[in-house]
């Protein structure tokens, strides 16, 4: 098992950039593939981003929407993993939420259902 906590949210202006971080608790991080989603009011949670745990290889993956401008990356060493958003829109606000999980499908890493272990979530405002 393990425990997600977000943070590194925040405002900021339109074009401007934030690094979410999220840290688990618990044995193996390593071993867990990640993800970030997104949840704005009314609308239900989507995929932003995921990385994977292929043994010695890590694969991104992107929703259309922030490719090229957010990037993923995980320091196992620190049991932690990032978002580095650039370029950001109104468009980007929402709560932003971490997930694991030890089985990855990538046909379906865009399902809430697919990911069993989730934080809190962070707050992110882009507005002017």
């Known amino acids: 098992q393990v425990q997600l906590v977000e943070s590194g949210g925040g405002l900021v202006q339109p074009g401007g950039s934030l690094t979410l971080s999220c840290t688990a608790s618990g044995r193996a991080f390593s071993t867990y593939h990640l993800a970030w989603f997104r949840q704005a009011p009314g609308n239900e949670r989507e995929f932003v981003s995921a990385i994977t745990y292929t043994r010695n290889t890590d694969l991104p993956y992107y929703a259309y929407s922030v490719k090229d401008r957010f990037t993923i990356s995980r320091d196992n060493a620190k049991n932690t993993v990032f978002l580095q958003m650039n370029s950001l829109k109104p468009e980007d606000t929402a709560v932003y939420y971490c997930?694991?999980?030890?089985?990855?499908?990538?046909?379906?890493?865009?399902?809430?259902?697919?990911?069993?272990?989730w934080g809190q979530g962070t707050q992110v405002t882009v507005s002017s």
């Open positions: 997930a694991a999980d030890r089985a990855f499908f990538p046909a379906s890493r865009d399902r809430v259902s697919s990911w069993n272990f």
